[in-house]
């Protein structure tokens, strides 16, 4: 994000959700949807194979 000089805001704007919402998702305590994941990439600029190190955990069974 700092790199694209992105901040909360933008993200929460792009992803239709409220700032402190954005800040639970980054910070690990509410998960990020597939459509919020997929979005989220578009704006950071993430290649495809890239999302799962991002956005899932290798241990979920």
Known sequence: MKILG???RDIAAALHIA???VSQKIN???PFT???A???AELLK???HDLQ???FQ???A
Do not use: A, K
């Open 46 to 48: 993430l290649e495809t």
């Open 6 to 8: 992105l901040r909360q």
């Open 53 to 55: 190190e991002y956005f």
């Open 34 to 36: 597939l459509n919020e």
């Open 38 to 40: 997929g979005t989220l």
């Open 28 to 30: 690990n305590i509410r």
């Open 19 to 21: 700032i402190p919402t």
């Open 58 to 60: 290798n241990d979920i």
